[in-house]
């Protein structure tokens, strides 16, 4: 018996090792490296060298991070909402019997797979403030002077959010899974009772499928706070006035242009703070309306 | 009720598909223009060729002014170029604009235009030779401009590079992901271990982790075994299994019913062999699941390469897109920016639609069983 268990514990961590050395390699050293790196001055071509706690204060009266905190909460509050409503809208309605929906679906899914670079190269060419698609559009119905999309620092922020929310096919897909398992008998009970439409939504679907919901919000938040790909290749950094540096963004700034590595460990776990603190709001919030099925 | 909400819905449905798909065709529709289409104002929807007689023989050509006013067609002194005047400022060898002195000229032709009947100036597009022609004898046909692609392709420089060290980063993703993940989720759904669940959890932890959290110090470790501007950097990872796979594959060996793999140890199978030969052909369907999304992940990876690869000849597609965007003076060539990323964006729409159902699984999977 004991040298059953000794064998198969062995098994175990043979088949798992590739994993064990590589979580070694790949998580456990640098995770640990990138505390020790936040405490000091490191440019990646010499040693390190201990500064304490001076990274963290240098945070505190850098008026760049601050905005870069704010771009990314801001352009959060923006994107994140919409793309969730949206998904859940179009999920509901792609949950109706509807014809042709895997055309619709694949529809609606296909720009989440598109590379991040060549979606942004697209929308700078739909978004270009003199030549671009929609700019003429408004133009053609009349708006004298439409937004410059892409140069007024009001107006970078949306223009994201409208590319992300190209995006959202991803989450639809997760959403219409969710729709697709929720008790038929729920739904014919409530219908028998007379339950409208809009009561059905609110009192059976919603709840069955607020876990999904929960966890799209999850990755929501936590890959809206790392943000890169679009704002970095459309605005080519920072964008005018700062106005889409989100911290992704400027930790690769200081990591990568600035070689500032120290300084850029140090907020990578101040991102990984916010993240925690958001995720663990969230949890709070979800404690309300959260419904787990009993087993 | 339903009845009548049911136009509602297709009319949303077909609406938002409709501004979902208008990217794609703006992109193609752009990337098939001549350079000068793209950027005339108002857009015409499809790529148009002019043709019209020069000299006896129909030639394609650029549309340029129009002229809806009685002109000529006049040779100024000291240069070589003719220019289209208004016939009314033309008079006795000269031509007297509205302000400043006359101007010697010598008369080629008149050009009888009304606005009814307009004349326009068109530049011969080969020889870059201006003329003027009546408009009724330009005609215009939609015309698709393919060569746009192999001259994308060359404005890339390195294209075909490029495409090769994404095939090879992208196929070894999927190889190392795909094996490494299924040997190791097989350890962590088919044997019972001491440990196991406490690993597993940490394994679900990882996820959790930040990318920017782990990137200095994996770019420091990169640096120092002398992988940084090489390929291997963006694949060596890999070999060592990725967490998102591991879970997923879990979940899918353990439905295989424990029976099967009993029996086979029951025969004398070592537990390599049952993974190898009875549990992992079971699977296929979630190993083709955890290989597209590598595939995919691969290929459209930018922060990866933009990190590591410092050389040009080195980069990715993704990478190699970005710099011939940035290589771009302004925003002239946006037929052939376009036409690129249509490249770009090609085997993955591709791979989709050969792969339509797992990719819908694969999602459904992650968010479901979660």
């Known amino acids: 018996m004991k040298t059953g268990e000794a064998r198969r514990t062995a098994l175990g961590l043979a088949f798992t090792s590739p994993w064990i050395v590589g979580f070694a390699a790949f998580t456990l050293f640098p995770v640990c490296a990138s505390v020790y790196y936040s405490f000091c001055d490191y440019d990646v071509l010499s040693r390190p060298v201990w500064v304490g706690l001076l990274n963290y204060q240098d945070m505190v009266t850098d008026r760049v991070f601050w905005q870069s905190v704010s771009n990314t909460l801001v352009f959060n509050l923006m994107a994140l909402p919409i793309g969730l409503v949206s998904a859940l809208a179009l999920a509901l309605l792609l949950n109706e019997p509807v014809r042709l929906r895997g055309v619709f679906r694949a529809v609606y899914y296909l720009p989440s797979l598109v590379p991040?670079?060549?979606?942004?190269?697209?929308?700078?060419?739909?978004?270009?403030?003199?030549?671009?698609?929609?700019?003429?559009?408004?133009?053609?119905?009349?708006?004298?002077?439409?937004?410059?999309?892409?140069?007024?620092?009001?107006?970078?922020k949306p223009s994201l959010a409208l590319v992300s929310l190209w995006g959202c096919?991803?989450?639809?897909?997760?959403?219409?899974?969710?729709?697709?398992?929720?008790?038929?008998?729920?739904?014919?009970?409530?219908?028998?009772?007379?339950?409208?439409?809009?009561?059905?939504?609110?009192?059976?679907?919603?709840?069955?499928?607020?876990?999904?919901?929960?966890?799209?919000?999850?990755?929501?938040?936590?890959?809206?706070?790392?943000?890169?790909?679009?704002?970095?290749?459309?605005?080519?950094?920072?964008?005018p006035e700062r106005s889409v540096l989100f911290y992704a963004i400027y930790i690769y700034q200081n990591a990568f242009e600035y070689r500032h590595?120290?300084?850029?460990?140090?907020?990578?776990?101040?991102?990984?703070?916010?993240?925690?603190?958001?995720?663990?709001?969230?949890?709070?919030?979800?404690?309300?309306?959260?419904?787990?099925?009993?087993? | 009720m339903k009845a009548a909400a049911k136009p509602l819905v297709y009319l949303v449905l077909l609406t938002g598909a409709a501004l979902f798909v208008l990217p794609f065709a703006w992109m193609v529709l752009t990337a098939l223009k001549p350079v000068d289409q793209a950027l005339g104002q108002p857009h015409a929807w499809l790529p148009l060729r002019f043709e019209a007689p020069l000299g006896g023989?129909?030639?394609?050509?650029?549309?340029?002014?129009?002229?809806?006013?009685?002109?000529?067609?006049?040779?100024?002194?000291?240069?070589?170029?003719?220019?289209?005047?208004?016939?009314?400022?033309?008079?006795?060898?000269?031509?007297?604009?509205?302000?400043?002195?006359?101007?010697?000229?010598k008369v080629l032709r008149e050009i009888p235009a009304s606005p009814a009947a307009p004349w326009r100036e068109i530049l011969s597009v080969s020889g870059g030779e201006s003329d003027v022609?009546?408009?009724?004898?330009?005609?215009?046909?939609?015309?698709?401009?393919?060569?746009?692609?192999?001259?994308?392709?060359?404005?890339?420089?390195?294209?075909?590079?490029y495409l090769a060290n994404t095939l090879i980063v992208c196929v070894l993703n999927v190889i190392g992901t795909v094996l490494s993940s299924a040997v190791?989720?097989?350890?962590?759904?088919?044997?019972?271990?001491?440990?196991?669940?406490?690993?597993?959890?940490?394994?679900?932890?990882?996820?959790?982790?930040?990318?920017?959290?782990?990137?200095?110090?994996?770019?420091?470790?990169?640096?120092?075994?002398?992988?940084?501007?090489?390929?291997?950097?963006?694949?060596?990872?890999?070999?060592?299994?990725?967490?998102?796979?591991?879970?997923?594959?879990?979940?899918f060996f353990r439905t295989i019913p424990q029976e099967l793999t009993e029996a086979a140890r029951i025969d004398g199978c070592g537990e390599f062999r049952?993974?190898?030969?009875?549990?992992?052909?079971?699977?296929?369907?979630?190993?083709?699941?955890?290989?597209?999304?590598?595939?995919?992940?691969?290929?459209?990876?930018?922060?990866?390469?933009?990190?590591?690869?410092?050389?040009?000849?080195?980069?990715?597609?993704?990478?190699?897109?970005?710099?011939?965007?940035?290589?771009?003076?302004?925003?002239?060539?946006?037929?052939?920016?376009?036409?690129?990323?249509?490249?770009?964006?090609?085997?993955?729409?591709?791979?989709?639609?050969?792969?339509?159902?797992?990719?819908?699984?694969?999602?459904?999977?992650?968010?479901?069983?979660?």
Not at chain 1, 208 to 221: D, E, K, M, Q, T
Not at chain 2, 65 to 89: I, K, N, W, Y
Not at chain 2, 142 to 154: D, G, L, M, T, Y
Not at chain 2, 220 to 240: A, D, E, I, K, N
Request: glycine fraction near 8%; charge should be positive.
């Open chain 1, 116 to 156: 991040a670079v060549a979606g942004a190269m697209v929308w700078l060419w739909i978004l270009n403030s003199r030549l671009g698609l929609l700019n003429q559009a408004l133009e053609a119905l009349g708006v004298s002077s439409p937004p410059q999309w892409l140069t007024d620092p009001a107006w970078t």
């Open chain 1, 169 to 239: 096919g991803n989450t639809v897909v997760i959403y219409l899974a969710a729709l697709q398992g929720v008790p038929r008998s729920l739904l014919e009970a409530a219908m028998i009772d007379g339950a409208s439409p809009w009561k059905r939504l609110v009192h059976v679907t919603l709840p069955a499928i607020s876990p999904v919901i929960y966890f799209n919000l999850l990755i929501g938040i936590i890959g809206g706070l790392q943000v890169f790909s679009a704002a970095f290749v459309m605005m080519g950094g920072a964008g």
């Open chain 1, 261 to 295: 590595m120290g300084y850029a460990s140090a907020m990578a776990w101040m991102l990984c703070l916010l993240i925690m603190a958001l995720t663990w709001v969230a949890s709070r919030l979800a404690r309300g309306f959260v419904h787990y099925p009993s087993e």
């Open chain 2, 57 to 105: 023989r129909r030639v394609e050509v650029r549309t340029g002014d129009r002229v809806v006013e009685p002109s000529v067609v006049a040779l100024q002194a000291f240069s070589a170029r003719p220019v289209v005047l208004p016939a009314r400022t033309v008079w006795d060898g000269a031509w007297h604009p509205a302000t400043g002195a006359p101007l010697p000229i």
């Open chain 2, 133 to 161: 022609v009546p408009e009724s004898a330009i005609d215009s046909h939609v015309s698709f401009r393919w060569e746009n692609f192999p001259r994308a392709v060359a404005s890339m420089r390195h294209f075909w590079r």
């Open chain 2, 184 to 251: 190791v989720a097989y350890g962590f759904a088919r044997i019972e271990w001491r440990g196991r669940d406490r690993l597993f959890a940490l394994l679900l932890a990882t996820m959790m982790i930040p990318f920017p959290v782990v990137m200095v110090p994996l770019y420091g470790l990169y640096r120092h075994l002398g992988m940084v501007g090489t390929l291997q950097p963006l694949w060596v990872g890999s070999f060592f299994s990725s967490a998102f796979s591991v879970f997923l594959l879990r979940q």
């Open chain 2, 274 to 370: 049952i993974f190898w030969q009875v549990v992992l052909p079971l699977c296929k369907p979630a190993l083709v699941v955890v290989g597209l999304f590598t595939f995919l992940g691969a290929w459209n990876d930018f922060l990866g390469p933009l990190i590591y690869l410092t050389d040009e000849h080195d980069f990715t597609l993704a990478l190699g897109l970005e710099a011939m965007k940035t290589s771009q003076s302004g925003a002239s060539e946006w037929p052939y920016l376009m036409a690129a990323s249509t490249l770009v964006i090609l085997p993955v729409i591709t791979l989709f639609f050969l792969a339509q159902k797992s990719f819908i699984e694969g999602i459904a999977l992650t968010g479901t069983k979660a």
